[in-house]
């Protein structure tokens, strides 16, 4: 009998629209409105801590006792050179947690008017996301700017939380504030929140939590599909992507788009799969960057393995391991990919030995 994890899936998507609202604001503030030099990350950089302090003070309150994985430390912050990032890191995250309480909200978790916490109390925040993983127990994973060239660029990114319980993702939540709510209907506006709870189906709703939509990945022919693909070259193989497409006798463009976006298009029905073939040697998938994407693809009814058709790890640490690359997909052209990414890596083997 699957669990409902009611209470869970309340405050994730609560901790997460705040997430969303609250990394907007750094773009609208430090990226629109600043002269930023080239290669000049620092709106991410306040922006991932920021979100990460929310996130995890809310998860602190919520459930005391759950560990959190997250991509951030605030070492750096706690150093007298880090004093002014750390300020606003710290403005961000409370200026984001005591906004108005919204649908679903509960000022029980430290959020709401009233709510400001201290320096100490935030860095201490991100700092509970130093958890090394663990293949028993709860823990959540938090992404908090998944596709950071995405964000910079005012496209795509992603604001990403799971609960892990014994390896194995649970609940997933996935906020896409720059992706149109209906691709076919310019006028619902932009800014997705995807959701899915094991055994309990997937949904998405708007950013103010209203029309919920269960998602369903249709089923397609193999030649019909499109790739979704990572803009970055350097993050996922676009010339092993070409060779599979061809095998498959695919004719349509690839869609390219930063983040876990990706995963939520595909459960909603587009583009038919997610291929992401990794193009360093040793290089290993961390947990957070694919976790919520997971569970969301397989309860709108997808699969997600890796290249040897494994179910990806997560409880082995903050990465997937031995897990290598991603395909995830419909269940009736799944299988079809995974054969020709096999073949497409002897023929790339064969090359090499040549």
């Known amino acids: 009998m699957s669990l409902s994890f009611a209470t869970e899936k309340q405050v994730a998507v609560a901790a997460v629209r705040r997430a969303c609202l609250l990394t907007s604001s750094v773009f609208n503030k430090l990226v629109k409105n600043e002269t930023l030099t080239k290669g000049d990350k620092s709106p991410v950089t306040v922006g991932d801590y920021a979100a990460q302090a929310l996130i995890s003070s809310i998860l602190s309150r919520a459930f005391p006792e759950d560990p959190i994985v997250g991509e951030e430390d605030a070492s750096d912050l706690r150093k007298p050179s880090g004093k002014e990032l750390k300020d606003r890191i710290v403005s961000l995250a409370n200026e984001a947690l005591t906004s108005e309480l919204a649908l679903g909200d509960n000022k029980d978790w430290g959020i709401g008017p009233g709510s400001e916490q201290t320096d100490a109390e935030l860095l201490d925040a991100i700092d509970r996301g130093n958890y090394e993983g663990s293949s028993i127990g709860r823990m959540w994973t938090i992404d ?185 997909a419909g269940k009736d052209v799944h299988p079809l990919i995974l054969a020709a990414v096999q073949k497409a890596q002897a023929e790339e083997k064969a090359k090499a030995k040549a």
């Open 144 to 328: 908090p700017i998944d596709g950071t060239k995405g964000f910079l660029r005012g496209e795509q990114y992603a604001v990403c939380l799971a609960l892990i319980v014994d390896s194995k993702v649970q609940l997933g939540v996935i906020g896409c504030p720059n992706l149109p709510f209906d691709p076919k209907d310019p006028s619902k506006g932009t800014g997705c929140i995807f959701v899915a709870v094991r055994g309990h189906g997937a949904e998405q709703l708007t950013l103010t939590l209203s029309d919920p939509t269960p998602l369903s990945i249709p089923s397609t022919e193999a030649s019909d599909i499109s790739f979704l693909e990572s803009v970055e070259a350097a993050h996922s193989s676009h010339s092993f992507n070409d060779r599979v497409a061809s095998l498959l006798s695919v004719t349509r463009s690839p869609v390219r788009m930063d983040s876990q976006a990706k995963y939520g298009c595909l459960a909603r029905g587009e583009g038919g799969a997610y291929l992401r073939m990794p193009t360093g040697v040793g290089y290993r998938e961390k947990i957070w960057d694919h976790a919520s994407g997971n569970i969301l693809v397989e309860e709108a009814g997808g699969i997600v393995t890796d290249s040897r058709g494994q179910p990806l790890d997560f409880g082995i640490g903050r990465t997937l391991g031995e897990n290598y690359g991603v395909i995830a």
